[in-house]
């Protein structure tokens, strides 16, 4: 589903208001932040997307000074894919991911990929509406904690070992799939998730096998929870 809203002018633009485009694949939390920022008279949301396509759609119409991204989407691709193409289409949208998921491989993926901020859903709604502001002027909006965790992950270099991280990072569906094979879902039941083919299934699980180094997907889940790619739901 997409939403563009035609009051996004470029005179509105010219009067200093923040134009937002909100991409993230639960319509309840979409319409909850578009709430919390129409309280914010700077800022005026100018579109809605669920899936990488329709975002760069909607992005194209509106042409927004901010986009605020989940990581998690509806359909092929993810926040990260999107930030990238982002970067490369229209570089002057900014990107500030909105999500609720802090695993190390996604910050560190996020922030190489361009975005500008990096929030987790549980945030107060006042951090929010700052950090819109701070990437608008140009800034880095990142919690404390995360800004210092941020840069140790993109100094920290992978240990000959593994240990560190793997050799090739998982994409954003591949930890989805991995996630639902660590909570024992079948094939059968992650393909209608994703709106998948169990072939399609089939091919992610044998890339995460090969990239993690592991012969099957028990040990793959446990290398994952060592790496910090997941968390020990045990």
């Known amino acids: 589903m997409v939403t563009i809203s035609v009051s996004g002018s470029k005179a509105t633009a010219a009067r200093g208001i923040v134009r937002v485009v909100l991409v993230d694949d639960h319509q309840m939390f979409r319409e909850g932040t578009k709430y919390l920022l129409s309280q914010d008279p700077a800022i005026q949301v100018i579109g809605e997307a669920e899936t990488v396509q329709d975002a760069l759609r909607v992005i194209r119409e509106t042409n927004p000074d901010i986009a605020v991204v989940d ?54 709604g006042e951090e929010l509406l700052k950090a819109i502001h701070a990437v608008h002027e140009g800034k880095a909006a990142l919690p404390d904690l995360m800004g210092a965790r941020v840069i140790d992950l993109l100094a920290e270099q992978p240990k000959e070992n593994g240990a560190t991280l793997p050799l090739r990072e998982l994409t954003a569906r591949e930890l989805e799939i991995l996630e639902m094979i660590q909570q024992g879902a079948t094939d059968r039941a992650i393909a209608d998730h994703f709106s998948l083919s169990v072939k399609t299934v089939n091919t992610h699980v044998g890339h995460i096998l090969l990239k993690l180094g592991e012969p099957n997907r028990a040990q793959a889940v446990q290398k994952a929870v060592e790496l910090g790619l997941l968390k020990d739901i045990h």
């Open 71 to 124: 990581i998690r989407l509806k359909g092929e691709g993810s926040g990260i894919d999107l930030v990238k193409a982002l970067r490369k289409e229209f570089p002057e949208v900014k990107s500030l991911a909105l999500t609720a998921f802090d695993y190390d491989q996604y910050v560190k993926a996020m922030v190489k990929a361009g975005v500008r901020g990096y929030l987790l859903k549980d945030a107060p």
